[in-house]
Antibody, heavy 123, light 108 residues
Framework: EVQLVESGGGLVQPGGSLRLSCAAS????????MSWVRQAPGKGLECVSG????????NYAASVKGRFTISRDNSKNTLYLQMNSLRAEDTAVYYC????????????????WGQGTLVTVSS | DVQMTQSPSSLSASVGDRVTITCQAS??????LNWYQQKPGKAPKLLIY???NLDTGVPSRFSGSGSGTDFTFTISSLQPEDIATYYC??????????FGQGTKVEIK
C-alpha cells in the first residue's frame, strides 16, 4: 500500500525557515517524480515544486522560486522541501504527491497524496 | 502561464441528478487535463487523467471529455458520497501544473 506521510509543519515568523519532509513507502520511490502541492486556508490547490525520480530535474512555481528548494534522498525514501524567507502568503497545508508515470521526469498526474502538514507564517 | 477557468464555482443538485462541470484553458493544452475530488479535510484524489481516462477503482458514474481548450467533467447520477470540491489541473504548460479554482458540489 502506497503511503506518504508529511511532517515538519508549524508556526514560523515571517522571514523564517522551515523544512518539510515526506516519508514514502509501498512503492519504489526512486522510480517516480514527486511534487509539493499547497492549499491556503479556504483556497484552491497550487503546485509549488516538482522533482524527478533521480533528483536531477526540479521545477518551481514563480511564487516560490529562489526561496524554496526541493530535494529527495532515495536511500531514505524521503522527499524534502526547504522553505526560506517565508511570507504570510505561504501559509497553507502542504501536500506531497506522487506522480503516476513510471520514470517520469516532471510530475504531472498525482495518483497518491499525503495527508498534508500545515505551515503557518505569522508574527 | 496557462489559466484554467472552472465553472460553476458551486452547485447544488439532488441525489440521482446528472452534474456537469466545465474547465476552460487559456490556450490549447491538447488532452493534458486531470480531474481531482477533494472531500472536506482530506487530500485530493485523482479521478480522471488525460481528459477522459478513469483512474483505477473510480466509479463509472464519473467521466471526462474534451480536448484543446474546453473540457467537461460529469457525474451521471449524483450520490451522497460525491459531496466534495472538484478541481481540474492542466499539465501541458509546465511548470507548474495549474489547477482550476474548484467547484463545490452540494446536495439539494
Amino acid at each position: 500500500e502506497v503511503q506518504l506521510v508529511e511532517s515538519g509543519g508549524g508556526l514560523v515568523q515571517p522571514g523564517g525557515s522551515l523544512r518539510l519532509s515526506c516519508a514514502a513507502s509501498g512503492f519504489t520511490f526512486s522510480n517516480y517524480a514527486m511534487s509539493w502541492v499547497r492549499q491556503a486556508p479556504g483556497k484552491g490547490l497550487e503546485c509549488v515544486s516538482g522533482i524527478s525520480g533521480s533528483g536531477g530535474t526540479t521545477n518551481y512555481a514563480a511564487s516560490v522560486k529562489g526561496r524554496f528548494t526541493i530535494s529527495r534522498d532515495n536511500s531514505k525514501n524521503t522527499l524534502y522541501l526547504q522553505m526560506n524567507s517565508l511570507r504570510a502568503e505561504d501559509t497553507a497545508v502542504y501536500y506531497c504527491a506522487k506522480d503516476t508515470v513510471l520514470q517520469g521526469v516532471i510530475p504531472v498526474i498525482f495518483d497518491y497524496w499525503g495527508q498534508g502538514t500545515l505551515v503557518t507564517v505569522s508574527s | 502561464d496557462v489559466q484554467m477557468t472552472q465553472s460553476p464555482s458551486s452547485l447544488s443538485a439532488s441525489v440521482g441528478d446528472r452534474v456537469t462541470i466545465t474547465c476552460q484553458a487559456s490556450q490549447d493544452i491538447t488532452y493534458y487535463l486531470n480531474w481531482y475530488q477533494q472531500k472536506p479535510g482530506k487530500a485530493p484524489k485523482l479521478l480522471i487523467y488525460d481528459a477522459s481516462n478513469l483512474d483505477t477503482g473510480v466509479p463509472s458514474r464519473f467521466s471526462g471529455s474534451g480536448s484543446g481548450t474546453d473540457f467537461t467533467f460529469t457525474i451521471s447520477s449524483l450520490q451522497p458520497e460525491d459531496i466534495a470540491t472538484y478541481y481540474c489541473q492542466q499539465y501541458d504548460n509546465l511548470p507548474p501544473g495549474t489547477f482550476g479554482q474548484g467547484t463545490k458540489v452540494e446536495i439539494k
